[in-house]
């Protein structure tokens, strides 16, 4: 599937073939009616985003944002890897629906081997006019190309990835003006999409906009890739209809808990996302609003099982090692938060914690929640306060004092 | 110039050409990277290759080069691995394994090896969570680790030998129908 040949027989590039027909403004309209979200963690309308470029600005650009840096999630490999033609379709098809003149994939740098994948692909796509001048005999001319990152995290934030393609820092911009379907790459509209989100637009076209929507719940159109990981007998991608079952996809997709142990926790949206207990987590479904209802956030689909043999402040360490690390530096509260925090979770579990430790937790992440540039705030702050919250007492437990 | 590898300078040429002329700094970071796979690390005559390359100052080379965790300018071993020890890998275990790792390496991570075989990292999510533990060894990834595999894929290495990465990643997951 991942040679051009193999994927043309599945119907690869029909799809690009018949929106290429169609008025760029209709095939907005298209995929705004099948309810596309993206899937790169925050949910937001693909169609919508792609109506936001201003009428009379020029050049344009598509960004695939291959960074996939969220821990817990692992599904746009597989499409890199396994289906980069998929990948490659959709966003022409973006880029033609915005006018847009060049498509930069951004994959992160530690994916040597599905960048190896994509290029192969962009090779034989240019080969056989799917790429470059005049696309399958049309006016449209569009060029794609790989762009690696370098190990930072943050610049799977738009903003960041903008910067970071640019040869900079990666570290955000602020949004507002910075929305990038207006000012983006070097100042001018950008759409930035997932990986997931591309290429699941062939599929709008192929089942008809309808058909596609039907395929979730009312507001969440289509499938989604779950990535599930941690405690379960068969980790793995699952493709999903949105608003499946997390039971189903733990105890009956996923195997059921390793070694039969109880169910502790799950992570539902990435190590970003607020903790769930086995209550909580009991009878939900995964769409961004049933996810959200229940206190969370559905993020990137990544479900990490977490059973009741792993202590819940030994997670909060790796998770804030991780924060700690990636913080771009640029906010004071989040550069230094992220490492008190971490300073603080570290004595706690070598047994030097005080009492007064996990208010000055809680307080630390509190400051850091919502007065960032970019959502990496919120993003160390809601597990760090959801942990403490629901598991006090597991880290009171620690107390020595 | 001396110090620049062989063919580098052909190859920045190349991926400057992927962008607008007037951004061909937009190249810096795939250009250092390429730099690195070649010459194993960033040296003070490749920064200043680059910035004059490029276009840019030195000091936005060396704040480029500061910022990316992948990037580095003190030399790694011949094989450097980077080993995952991010949340989903340590609840498979990552962090004894780790520990497996080190001492069969006779090195702490962050650390090179004295014969320059092997160096070591600890890293922040390779995107294989639902295979881990998971390491890169150069470009090469490896999956489901166990101290089993390690053994295997060390021993490979110290013939001089690179083991089969695990490429393209294994589909784990279950494809029965969903159900509820």
């Known amino acids: 599937m991942h040679r051009l040949s193999v994927a043309r027989q599945h119907g690869a590039y029909e799809m690009l073939q018949k929106a290429l027909t169609m008025e760029p403004a209709q095939v907005v309209e298209l995929v705004k009616a099948s309810g596309l979200r993206g899937h790169g963690g925050a949910g937001f ?47 022409l098809i973006c880029a033609w629906a915005v006018q847009a003149e060049a498509i930069y994939i951004y994959i992160r740098g530690e ?30 001319t569009c060029n794609a190309h790989t762009h690696p990152g370098a190990g930072m995290y943050i610049c799977g934030e738009e903003t960041g990835l903008i910067e970071s393609l640019e040869g900079k820092k990666g570290q955000p911009r602020f949004k507002p003006p910075y929305y990038p379907a207006a000012i983006g790459l070097w100042q001018v509209p950008t759409i930035v999409n997932n990986v997931e989100t591309l290429a699941a637009v062939p599929w709008v076209f192929r089942l008809g906009p309808e058909e596609f929507a039907a395929l979730g719940t009312p507001k969440n159109g289509g499938t989604c890739l779950f990535s599930l990981s941690g405690c379960v007998n068969n980790p793995g991608v699952y493709e999903l209809p949105m608003g499946f079952p997390l039971d189903g ?7 059921g808990i390793l070694e039969n142990r109880k169910l502790k926790a799950v992570i539902p949206g990435g190590s970003s996302s607020p903790i769930l207990t086995a209550k909580e987590a009991r009878g939900i479904r995964l769409d961004f609003e049933s996810v959200a209802a229940a206190g969370s956030m559905l993020g990137s ?12 402040p030994r997670l909060l360490l790796w998770v804030l090692r991780f924060y700690a690390h990636e913080s771009c530096g640029q906010c004071t509260q989040c550069r230094e938060g992220t490492g008190w925090m971490l300073r603080l979770c570290k004595q706690l579990l070598e047994g030097k914690g005080k009492s007064r430790d996990l208010d000055d937790l809680y307080e630390i992440a509190d400051a850091v929640d919502g007065t960032t540039i970019c959502a990496f705030g919120p993003a160390v702050a809601w597990p760090t306060k959801s942990y403490l919250k629901k598991f006090r007492h597991e880290f009171e437990a620690l107390v020595r004092e | 110039m001396n110090g620049i590898p062989q063919g580098l300078e052909q190859k920045a040429n190349e991926i400057i050409l992927r962008y607008p002329p007037e951004h061909r700094n937009a190249a810096l970071v795939p250009v250092l990277f390429e730099a690195q796979k070649s010459l ?13 390359t490029l276009g840019v100052t030195p000091v936005r080379v060396r704040e480029v080069i500061s910022f990316y965790s992948m990037m580095r300018r003190e030399p790694a071993g011949k094989y450097h691995i980077m080993f995952c020890h991010n949340v989903a890998c340590s609840m498979r275990g990552a962090e004894s394994l780790q520990r497996y790792l080190e001492s069969k390496l006779g090195i702490a991570a962050g650390e090179v090896t004295q014969d320059g075989l092997f160096s ?16 890169l060894v150069g470009e090469e990834q490896y999956f489901q680790l166990t101290q089993e595999k390690i053994d295997k894929i060390l021993d490979e290495l110290r ?22």
Not at chain 1, 249 to 255: C, E, K, S, T, V
Not at chain 2, 40 to 52: I, K, M, N, R, T
Request: proline share 7%; glycine share 10%.
């Open chain 2, 40 to 52: 194993g690390y960033l040296s003070p005559e490749v920064e200043a290759w680059a910035a004059s």
């Open chain 1, 111 to 140: 994916y040597f081997y599905p960048t190896k994948i994509v290029n192969q692909a962009i090779e034989e796509a240019r080969a056989n006019g799917l790429l470059g001048e005049r696309i399958l005999g049309s006016d449209f």
């Open chain 1, 301 to 312: 689909a990544a479900v990490m099982v977490v059973d009741e043999t792993i202590s819940i």
């Open chain 1, 45 to 91: 309308s693909a169609s919508l985003k792609w109506s936001f470029v201003p009428k009379d600005k020029f050049p344009r650009y598509v960004i695939v944002n291959a960074d996939e840096s969220e821990p817990g999630t692992f599904k746009d490999r597989l499409i890199l890897e396994r289906d980069p033609h998929a990948l490659l379709e959709g966003a």
């Open chain 2, 120 to 135: 070591l990292a600890a890293v922040e999510c390779l995107g294989a969570c639902g295979w881990g533990p998971a390491m």
């Open chain 1, 249 to 255: 996809l733990i105890h009956n997709l996923g195997g």
């Open chain 2, 159 to 180: 013939q001089g030998r690179m083991p089969a990465g695990d490429s393209p990643t294994p589909l784990i997951g279950n494809v029965g129908l969903p159900t509820e």
